[in-house]
């Protein structure tokens, strides 16, 4: 069993920064991507970043300079940098790893005032 725990949320002012963390049981290197999501309240969940095996990155637009997603393996972790957030980035984020199945973590609060 794949077990996923996301660390580093919390309360931030509109133009700060948080980092995320994705803590994994089993080594990452052997799941083909990772990735972080988000879902605010009444929306429906949203990719926000990925990384993959081969460490090829994908963003979505609303976060694209803004957020850097990045892997150590050695770790066992994915990370999410977030600079310059915005109100409208507030939201539950998920950390996702992706390989035979796909695993979820529990999700962790971001929440940017203005």
């Known amino acids: 069993q794949v077990q996923l725990v996301e660390s580093g949320g919390g309360l931030v002012q509109a133009g700060g920064s948080l980092g995320l963390s994705c803590a994994a049981s089993?080594?990452?290197?052997?799941?083909?991507?990772m990735g972080w999501y988000r879902q605010a309240p009444g929306k429906q969940r949203e990719l926000v970043a990925a990384i993959t095996k081969g460490g090829t990155t994908n963003y979505a637009d609303s976060v694209k300079g803004r957020f850097t997603i990045s892997r150590d393996n050695a770790k066992n972790t994915v990370y999410l940098q977030m600079n310059n957030l915005k109100p409208e980035d507030t939201a539950v984020y998920y950390c996702k790893g992706s390989g035979s199945f796909s695993y979820w973590g529990q999700g962790t609060q971001v929440t940017v005032s203005s």
């Open positions: 089993v080594s990452i290197f052997n799941l083909n991507a």
